[in-house]
């Protein structure tokens, strides 16, 4: 199952990703529309001594947020292991347990609603919003045994290189 | 945060100064947001900024050059949107050095008219001036002031096809020459401003080799007008500066007095306040308000000018407080009853601190302007004396609002100011042998410019004060002029007892000279006071500035000005050290242009390095090579 991918080094804090992510859960579906509207961004990028760090949603296979979650609004869909407290029968109600057992800080209040607030993967769009609109292919939408040969053939050269 | 190491506080701090450390505390704990705060909230910042590769022209942008994207939407790729970025940059400081320029000839036609405050300065340098540029040196001083700035204010505006008469007067010849093969020699301020800005308008230069040597050229007029120009004028004005000595750092402000603080650049308005704060009805005015007296303190360059002339147009003068990011720290002590803004470098954060407290704001040039003040003692000449005296009175009024909540901390520092290429020759008994012979037996290895803003990128002044104390060291004697002067003068570094700091040959040198081993040369402006230093030291040696063992540095450069000062820098011949990466690493034509291929036309590059030590150490191999090549 693909998922999203972050390769740290191509980040360059650009903050695209939180504004494509902003406009796709935005009513207008637009950059300037979301600012506008103020919708909030569910993909965080942290400053890590002046370095640029992705932090979002790892749709884990045992969410500990969806553990904690008192009304069960948090769930793991099972076909497409997305996580979310969207769109569920059971509303969410807002008692902040899930932000308190996730351990990214990857769930987060909305700024102005009682309902926790994070990643739903973009469901229906081909790639999450983030992920398509990153510039520099520091997000990638991809299986992660894809993502780690990637990795393994790059430190592969590397080795080759230095011998 | 800062990491120059020096004590306990390593990693958590803010500044390289013990007093800002304590007023930013002080601010925290008062909910005021500062300098350091806000640049907190703006990690991370963008990297396609960062390297200059964003263009926001058109409206079909913005548009930025990424691993899938290496053109705009125009077709204009990295190259050309870094060069073009990074000439409107150069463009802004040419156009604000001019505006400076400009208010000082119209003062000095105003005090040859007799109607301001103030009385030729420098009749001597008035004379020496008017003959080398070809008036009649022996008409009235008056007379000759108002012709002089004629002269400047049609240097300023005439095309910019007719070359600027102070490049031919006053660079070396080897420069001429090399800028002539260039086509760089440039005409009237003004005409160049609107060329370069033409050029940079979308799809109309293109080239960014043109787009450089434009910048270069642009450069060039502000060096020989905006600065060398500026400060000639304001030495005839205002005087040239004699050494003196003063105080620095957030210490030296009197909570017992009215308190006024003079913002900015342009030291007319200031001067006029000082010489205001002065008279005995005013002075009356603040003890009947319950106060001591009146103080006039500086901030930035506009202080650095004051100090720089305390034994002359500004005797009165009260100490400088510091640089660019002390301005929200000063207002923070609650003792600060008035500053005075005038062009450059007033920062809008200024206002929310300035509320929290009683402080006034109240700009003093007709171009500065920032939400919420609504006072605007616009400074014109013929009135200066009187708006002086408002300027003052409003500080009387306002310091009778003033809270119980005070905190100046306690730390000052001695400075010895007033170093100029006339007060050099002074104190060297009217040659510049002594000091070449000491360069050339090599206990001065060589001459370094420190100059230029402050930035908190490595930490409050870190890297200023770190390549001066690294530089000294090594024997090399430190120029420094803008906010890295209110950066060593605060750490103590521009008394004679910094000698001690310095390396064996310098410190002996110093002593024997009783001069500090880090001199001022006062504001940013007074760049220009370093070219003519060098221009000097050039021909006496008869060889060109490119030859020299002598460097420039702006370790921790903010703003447009210093992008023309850097760039002017280079044309001229020096290897110049910029602090923060400029934002042209996105192109790799204009990163090489700039830091290699340059130095086959002028002689000068631009070498980037964020480390302090390892810059400082890079000037001193630069100087080395130049001792070699020189044979001393």
């Known amino acids: 199952m693909k998922s999203i991918m972050i390769d740290l080094d191509a980040c360059n804090g650009c903050l695209t990703c939180t504004l494509a992510c902003a406009a796709a859960h935005s009513r207008s579906g637009s950059i300037v529309g979301a600012m506008q509207e103020k919708t909030p961004a569910r993909i965080f990028i942290e400053a890590v001594n002046g370095r640029a760090v992705p932090v979002t949603c790892r749709h884990c296979e045992e969410p500990a947020c969806a553990e904690a979650c008192m009304t069960g609004a948090m769930r793991k869909d099972s076909l497409t292991g997305l996580v979310s407290n969207e769109g569920h029968e059971q509303k969410c109600v807002g008692c902040w347990m899930c932000i308190m057992a996730c351990p990214y800080g990857a769930v987060t209040a909305h700024p102005r609603e009682r309902v926790a607030l994070k990643c739903d993967g973009c469901p229906g769009l081909p790639q999450p919003a983030c992920v398509a609109a990153c510039p520099n292919r520091a997000l990638r939408y991809e299986e992660p045994a894809f993502f780690a040969a990637g990795r393994s053939r790059d430190a592969a050269c590397s080795a080759a290189q230095a011998s | ?462 890297k200023s004060v770190t390549i001066t104390r690294e530089l000294i060291k090594r024997d090399v004697l430190v120029i420094n002029a803008g906010c890295c002067s209110s950066a060593t003068q605060a750490e103590g570094l521009m008394t004679p007892e910094a000698a001690n700091d310095a390396g064996p040959g310098l410190k002996a040198v110093c002593q024997a000279l009783g001069i500090p081993p880090a001199l001022n040369f006062g504001s940013c402006v007074d760049i220009g006071r370093i070219g003519v230093a060098v221009t000097a030291i050039a021909n006496a040696l008869g060889v060109d500035p490119s030859a020299l063992p002598v460097a420039a540095s702006a370790p921790e450069y903010l703003e447009q000005k210093a992008v023309a000062d850097g760039v002017f820098a280079v044309a001229f011949g020096l290897l110049t050290h910029l602090g923060p990466v400029p934002p042209v690493t996105g192109s790799p034509l204009v990163t090489s242009i700039l830091t290699k291929d340059v130095e086959g036309l002028t002689g000068g590059r631009v070498m980037v390095e964020e480390d302090p030590v390892k810059a400082a150490e890079a000037i001193y191999a630069h100087i080395m090579e130049k001792r070699r090549g020189l044979g001393i």
């Open chain 2, 1 to 462: 945060m800062s990491n120059c190491g020096n004590c306990e506080r390593t990693g958590t701090c803010v500044s390289v100064h013990g007093s800002i450390n304590e007023m930013q505390d002080r601010a925290s704990a008062m909910g005021v947001d500062t300098v350091f705060d806000r640049y907190q909230l703006q990690q991370p910042q963008c990297g396609f900024g960062m390297q200059g590769i964003c263009c926001q022209l058109c409206s079909h942008g913005p548009c930025r050059i990424t691993p899938k994207a290496q053109y705009g939407i125009c077709g204009a790729g990295a190259d050309t949107i870094v060069a073009r970025n990074l000439l409107r940059l150069a463009v802004h400081g040419a156009a604000a050095y001019s505006h400076h320029l400009e208010e000082l000839a119209r003062t000095i036609k105003a005090t040859a008219a007799g109607k301001t405050p103030f009385s030729i300065g420098d009749e001597e340098k008035l004379r020496q001036i008017a003959g080398i540029i070809g008036l009649d040196a022996a008409r009235p001083a008056a007379e000759l002031a108002d012709q002089l700035a004629d002269v400047l204010l049609s240097e300023l505006r005439k095309g910019s096809d007719e070359p600027l008469a102070l490049v031919k007067l006053f660079a070396p010849k080897t420069r001429l020459e090399a800028w002539e093969k260039l086509n760089v020699i440039p005409g009237g301020v003004l005409s160049e401003i609107r060329d370069a800005l033409t050029k940079t308008m979308s799809n109309i230069d293109t080239d960014p080799v043109d787009l450089l040597l434009t910048t270069i050229r642009l450069s060039i007029a502000t060096g020989y007008m905006g600065l060398v120009g500026t400060v000639t004028a304001q030495d005839i004005l205002l005087g040239t500066p004699a050494l003196t000595r003063s105080e620095a750092d957030l210490g030296v402000i009197d909570p017992a007095c009215v308190n006024i603080v003079a913002h900015g650049h342009v030291p007319l308005m200031a001067t006029a306040v000082i010489q205001a704060a002065k008279t005995p009805e005013l002075v009356k005015l603040a003890r009947e308000a319950g106060a001591a007296g009146i103080k006039v303190y500086g901030s930035m360059c506009t202080g650095q000018e004051l100090m720089q002339r305390s034994a002359g147009s500004a005797a009165g003068f009260a100490g400088q407080l510091g640089n660019w990011i002390v301005q929200e720290l000063y207002v923070a002590t609650g003792a600060v009853d008035l500053v005075m803004l005038d062009m450059n470098c007033s920062i809008p954060g200024l206002k929310a601190a300035a509320d929290r407290f009683h402080t006034r704001l109240v700009s003093v040039d007709r171009i500065v302007r920032m939400a919420g003040v609504e006072d605007h003692v616009d400074y014109e000449p013929e009135k200066a004396a009187r708006q002086a005296e408002e300027l003052v009175k409003m500080a009387v009024e306002t310091y009778k609002k003033r809270g119980k909540d005070i905190h100046v901390p306690q730390a000052k520092s001695a400075a010895v100011a007033g170093f100029s290429v006339e007060s050099i020759l002074g104190a060297l008994g009217g040659s510049l042998d002594p000091l070449l012979d000491a360069v050339k037996n090599g206990s001065i290895k060589g001459i370094a410019a420190v100059v230029g803003c402050t930035n908190n990128r490595n930490g409050h002044d870190v």
